[in-house]
């Protein structure tokens, strides 16, 4: 029996348009996590579905002269050619355009109104008299009210910044007829969340251990408590004719808001997964209404952090007083940029998942990339074209398949292609390193620390190749066939190193499935689960003497940098010169209030002289102690001996570095920074690192004869 049953989704994209690249580094983060815990022996059911509804879908057919269910279905059509493409294991894929949720978000509505959770009453918007429509906040410009700008949108001016309501623009337009809007009073209905049993609720659930991360938790509570840059307001869920959505079942001439039906499309997409019989052929007997009913099921989404205020708030709190299930966890992250800028087709910062796939590129170079920089935190990750190949050819080829590259030879010539005996295990082992590093890389894996498993793995895989190194197979080989004690030798080092490569085939099969099918295939083992490597790890278990392997074949190719060159050379801008960085699932009626998690500075050093230098006190210091700080994701308290005293520091470089592996270790401290007082304490100077953050941080450290206190010039 499973340990575990999951239910698994990504947010919608909206059925508008093709996949962006930050749709792609939300799903390979949720399909790694969905592969490890399939590998744990877990029963994982991974969904995703079209957001297809809305104003936007209706009036782009209406703009290319289709029906809107025919623009969704050829969108719906090319879903397969991405997520096959870069190996995406969902189990089920569907469309928020679906009969499923019809019933579904129906459903939803009549119970949150037995609740008493729905009014209606009046609101004033822009009505497009040509259009015959009411307008979104989008569809509106005019000149600004207190600089007199011309053709701006209402918030914010992009001139002067100043806020404004649509009401407030001078001269009005509509973007869709150009004609000037009138102010026209319409029935909405509202969903309300300010009731005092919905904050109750909302209380409870994000304050469950575990949940939410540390800074969605604190975020979510912000707009909860009103102390935070949006109030908790009731929510708009209805749209009047004409709009491209599911009808009002009470209500003629009325919609649901898009944003109310799309997350139930998570609900129906599940659903039609249970009634076209695809749970049942995963192992499930239970029905659908069984299933999300069930106590031991976890529901569990991946989104990005600029939908945090719709799952956290009212997704959870519909779920409740619909009577349904809430989600277990909310699992956010942060966008994605190239070479530290925000995506832009126009400026040739985009990357085009298609193009990607279309030149010939390994998908799995980039699975790999981005998980290498994927970590629990809400952190944005950055595409950076020279450390991708470096990092690719360096692990991938450079580490794990030169590991087979270089043995697979002398097994198949002394050893008739069959696993020598495995001496016991030395010290300094690739696999005492697997020993060691397992079952830090599985509790990474089920963290969401994908970095971090990445590092670890390839510490061990550093060692097998110095272990390498160190034998010398390849001169043992020149006498192992008249030598006894070479071929011994040769015999050690080949088993050891494969059981090694099993391993960390092991390690790398969540992010590397096809890869790691290949290997699997010379190997000639079962598809790995992680139950097949046992603590202690027992050598003749794992790859017992005798077995036979397959033929090797060169298992993956480098990155050549001309094919980075072809992925930005040819993007070409879209109608509005961008290209999402985020995954978004639809444009916001009103653009929402920034969702700030945390921020990098990326502002360009100025010049300074030699004398500017010499005012650092920069000096080789001795880390301490170092302990985690509670309420703080980022932060390392340490205390760092520098020499004439002692001093505390609060360094953010917890995504990289155990607590524990820092003890003891020479690092690089400035000296004589300003004290800064924080809530956890006072931070008296900065450790310095490098790198572009999350889990690729890197600490400076002196070189062998370094004393604390020794001053850095």
């Known amino acids: 029996m499973p340990n575990r049953r999951l239910f698994v989704t990504t ?10 690249i930050g749709h792609i580094m939300e799903y390979i983060q949720a399909d790694i996590w969905v592969r490890f815990q399939r590998m744990q022996g877990n029963a994982v059911h991974f969904v995703g579905a079209d957001d297809a509804h809305g104003a936007p879908i209706m009036l782009k057919a209406e703009k290319d002269g289709v029906t809107p269910e025919a623009l969704i279905a050829g969108i719906l059509a090319t879903r397969p050619k991405y997520l096959e493409g870069f190996h995406l294991s969902f189990d089920h894929w569907h469309s928020t355009h679906s009969p ?25 918007q822009f009505f ?46 509509s973007t869709l007829s150009g004609t000037t809007p009138v102010r026209k009073t319409s029935d909405h209905y509202f969903f309300k969340l300010s009731d005092p049993k919905c904050v109750a609720f909302l209380n409870e659930w994000i304050g469950a251990p575990g949940r939410l991360q540390s800074a969605v938790a604190n975020k979510a509570n912000e707009w909860l408590t009103g102390k935070g840059d949006r109030d908790l307001g009731d929510w708009d869920i209805s749209r009047d004719a004409p709009y491209f959505g599911i009808p009002m079942p009470d209500a003629p001439g009325k919609y649901f808001y898009v944003w109310l039906d799309a997350p139930i499309g998570y609900l129906a997409s599940l659903k039609n997964y249970f009634d076209t019989g695809k749970a049942r052929k995963n192992g499930e007997t239970r029905s659908f209404e069984e299933f999300l ?28 007083f619909a009577g349904r299930k809430v989600p277990d966890h909310v699992y956010v992250h942060g966008f994605i940029t190239v070479s ?54 360096s692990d991938l080829v450079g580490k794990y398949v030169n590991i087979a590259s270089r043995m697979a030879p002398f097994v198949a010539r002394f050893f008739g292609n069959c696993m020598p ?75 050891s190193t494969l059981a090694t490569f099993k391993a960390l085939t092991l390690f790398l099969k969540p992010i590397l499935p096809a890869l790691t099918a290949e290997a699997e295939a010379y190997l000639r083992c079962a598809p790995l689960q992680w139950s097949d490597l046992e603590l202690p790890v027992r050598p003749d278990r794992f790859l017992p003497a005798g077995h036979e392997f ?28 961008e290209a999402p960085a985020h995954t978004a699932e639809k444009p916001a009626e009103k653009p929402a209030a920034k969702t700030t998690i945390s921020e990098t500075s990326t502002a360009t050093p100025t010049e300074i002289t030699v004398d500017d230098f010499a005012k650092l006190d920069i000096r080789v210091a001795k880390i301490l102690s170092a302990e985690t700080v509670e309420g703080a994701d980022k932060l390392l308290k340490l205390t760092v001996d520098i020499g004439d005293s002692q001093r505390t520091v609060f360094a953010g470089i917890r995504s990289a570095y155990e607590p524990d592996r820092l003890i003891g270790r020479l690092t690089v401290v400035l000296a004589n920074l300003k004290p800064r007082k924080m809530r956890f304490g006072l931070s008296e100077g900065m450790v310095l690192a490098a790198g572009p953050g999350g889990s690729d941080i890197f600490l400076l450290s002196p070189d062998t004869g370094a004393v604390p206190g020794m001053k850095v010039k």
């Open 421 to 495: 005996a495995l001496p016991s295990m030395n010290e300094d082992s690739g696999l005492a390193a697997v020993a060691k590093h397992s079952e830090a890389i599985r509790a990474a894996f089920e963290d969401r620390e994908f970095g971090r498993a990445i590092r670890l793995t390839m510490e061990v895989a550093d060692v097998v190749n110095a272990e390498v190194d160190r034998y010398k197979p390849w001169i043992l080989a020149k006498d192992a066939a008249t030598n006894p004690q070479s071929k011994d030798r040769l015999a050690a080092i080949c088993a």
């Open 340 to 393: 530290g800028t925000k995506m832009s087709k126009s400026r040739g910062t985009g990357i085009s998942p298609l193009r990607y796939l279309e030149i010939g590129m390994n998908p799995e170079w980039l699975r790999y990339y981005i998980a290498a920089k994927l970590n629990s935190n809400v952190e944005d990750i950055d595409f950076n074209p020279e450390d991708f190949i470096a990092r690719v050819n």
């Open 100 to 124: 499923e949720n019809v019933a579904l978000s129906t459903d939803i509505y009549r119970q949150l109104k037995a609740a008493d959770l729905i009014y209606v009453k009046p609101v004033e």
């Open 293 to 320: 009913t069930s106590s031991d099921v976890e529901q569990i989404h991946f989104i990005g952090k600029d939908i945090i205020y719709f799952h956290t708030l009212f997704w959870p709190a519909m779920l409740k």
């Open 550 to 577: 397959g033929t090797f074949k060169p298992l993956i190719t480098r990155v050549d940098p001309k094919q980075l060159d072809a992925l930005f050379d040819t993007i070409k801008p879209d109608a509005n010169g």
């Open 11 to 20: 947010a919608l994209p909206y059925a508008n348009g093709p996949f962006h």
């Open 128 to 173: 497009d008299p040509a259009k015959q429509m009411f307008l979104a906040d989008r569809y509106i410009q005019g000149e600004c009210p207190n600089c007199h700008a011309k053709d701006q949108y209402a918030d914010a001016c992009e001139q002067c910044s100043q806020v404004n309501a649509p009401t407030d623009l001078i001269n009005p337009r």
